[in-house]
């Protein structure tokens, strides 16, 4: 198990027993919170993997490999929706409000997934300008072949990529305020990713000084031989 996953079954572990034994319905409320998104996340460890390479359109007509979507480093939302589909657009739209601030804080992208039929693809581009969504990526799944390849059978559904274009989270449907968690998984692995790096270049800083104080020992034996 990587380390990132170790963690969040220990955190998962720790808010199941804090939430059952708590009684302040505020801190329950926040541990019922923690406790979904930990058990969202830890559902998919036995279950990583990339996501399936395949070729779809976007609203402009261009061609995108999805398996490149989760490739720039950052997290990355999928989101598949219909035009029909009233939660599905309620959820984006709400994501759209916020979505903004959500970029800053974190820098992550969102990939709305259309899986409307050919005889509507039509009203996907009109919908998006209609609500202003601002995602930079609609990608056309006209015969839901990337819906199934991911293994949806019901819509809105959400997933979360990692840095390193890995499936990390999956959500089915939508109530209110659900994007909500939806971005504290996003916090999550923001904070996880910064966590890395800094061990990364603590690691650095001990391997450069170690090569300073070897160099200086082999400076000071080389002294006294001569």
Not at 71 to 90: E, L, S
Not at 143 to 172: E, L, T, W
Request: proline share 4%.
């Amino acid at each position: 198990m990587s380390p990132f996953f170790y963690k969040i079954t220990k955190i998962f572990c720790n808010v199941s027993i804090f939430y059952y034994l708590c009684t302040d319905k505020t801190i329950i409320t926040v541990m019922k919170k923690l406790f979904l998104i930990a058990f969202g996340i830890l559902s998919l460890c036995n279950a990583m993997a990339q996501l399936p390479k395949m070729e779809l359109k976007d609203i402009d007509g261009n061609t995108v490999c999805t398996d490149t979507l989760g490739a720039n480093g950052t997290p990355v939302i999928v989101d598949f929706f219909a035009t029909w589909c009233k939660p599905c657009n309620r959820e984006l739209s709400a994501i759209a409000e916020v979505y903004e601030d959500w970029q800053k804080e974190t820098g992550v992208r969102l990939v709305a997934i259309s899986i409307d039929q050919a005889q509507n693809m039509h009203k996907v581009a009109p919908l998006v300008s209609e609500n202003e969504w601002p995602f930079e990526l609609i990608l056309l799944d006209p015969n839901s072949d990337f819906k199934r390849a991911m293994g949806i059978q019901m819509i809105p559904f959400v997933f979360v990529i990692d840095g390193s274009g890995k499936v990390v989270y999956k959500h089915n449907g939508y109530t209110d305020g659900a994007e909500e968690e939806l971005f504290d998984v996003v916090k999550g692995l923001k904070a996880q990713e910064v966590q890395e790096v800094q061990e990364v270049q603590e690691v650095q800083e001990v391997q450069e000084v170690q090569e300073v104080q070897e160099v200086q020992e082999v400076q000071e034996v080389q002294e006294v031989q001569e």
